[in-house]
C-alpha cells in the first residue's frame, strides 16, 4: 500500500532541519494502514513518500499562491505544518475532530496547519475522485468553501514558495 524511503532522485525533504512537536515518530507500514482505516481513505503516495522521510513537521517554505482572494492575503495563503500520521497531532487523532470542531466541509483529510491555527486549513480534497483516487489540495477559508489549489499533494508541496517573513530570516 505504502512505499518505502528507498533512496534516488528524491526531492528535498519540505521540513525545517530540526524536528518539532509536529513530528511524530518513524512512519511504519502499520502506522499508515492504520490511519488509511481510521480515516476510511487511501492516502497519496507523494504524501507518505515525505511523511516516510520525516513523520510531519515545520515547513521550510509557508507561502503557496493563489489565483483567489483568501482569509489573510489577496493572492496566497500561509500554512506552517504538515501534520503527519500515528501520534496526539497526527492526521488520523486530528483530522476528523478539526472538521467537526470548525466546520470545515466534509471533503476529505487535514492535514496542513496554518499560521491562524483554525479558521483556515488545507485539507486532501477526495470529493471528485472518491476515498480511494488521487486526492487534489484545497484551502479552505472562514467562509469554509474549499478552493483547490493543486491537483495532488506533490503539485502542492512544489508550489510553495518561501513567505517574505522566511526570507527575512534568511537575511
Not at 85 to 102: K, M, N, P, R, T
Not at 111 to 122: C, E, L, R
Request: hydrophobic residues 35%; negative net charge; proline residues 8%.
Amino acid at each position: 500500500m505504502s512505499s518505502s524511503s528507498g533512496a534516488g532522485n528524491r526531492p528535498a525533504s519540505p521540513f525545517e532541519e530540526e524536528p518539532s512537536s509536529w513530528t511524530g515518530p518513524p512512519l511504519t507500514e502499520d502506522m499508515v494502514r492504520r490511519a488509511e482505516e481510521a480515516l476510511g481513505v487511501r492516502l497519496p503516495g507523494s504524501y507518505l513518500e515525505v511523511l516516510y522521510r520525516q513523520n510531519g513537521g515545520v515547513l521550510k517554505k509557508t507561502c503557496h499562491p493563489t489565483s483567489f482572494r483568501t482569509s489573510w492575503a489577496d493572492d496566497h495563503f500561509a500554512v506552517d505544518v504538515i501534520m503527519g500520521i500515528g501520534y496526539e497531532e497526527g492526521i488520523d487523532v486530528q483530522s476528523d475532530y478539526l472538521v467537526a470542531e470548525w466546520g470545515y466541509p466534509n471533503i476529505g483529510v487535514v492535514f496542513g496547519v496554518t499560521p491562524a491555527a483554525g479558521p483556515d486549513t488545507v485539507m486532501l480534497d477526495y470529493s471528485a475522485c472518491g476515498p480511494e483516487g488521487e486526492p487534489a489540495v484545497a484551502y479552505v477559508g472562514e467562509d469554509r468553501v474549499p478552493r483547490r489549489v493543486a491537483e495532488s499533494f506533490g503539485e502542492f508541496l512544489a508550489g510553495l514558495v518561501p513567505s517574505e517573513a522566511d526570507e527575512d530570516q534568511d537575511r
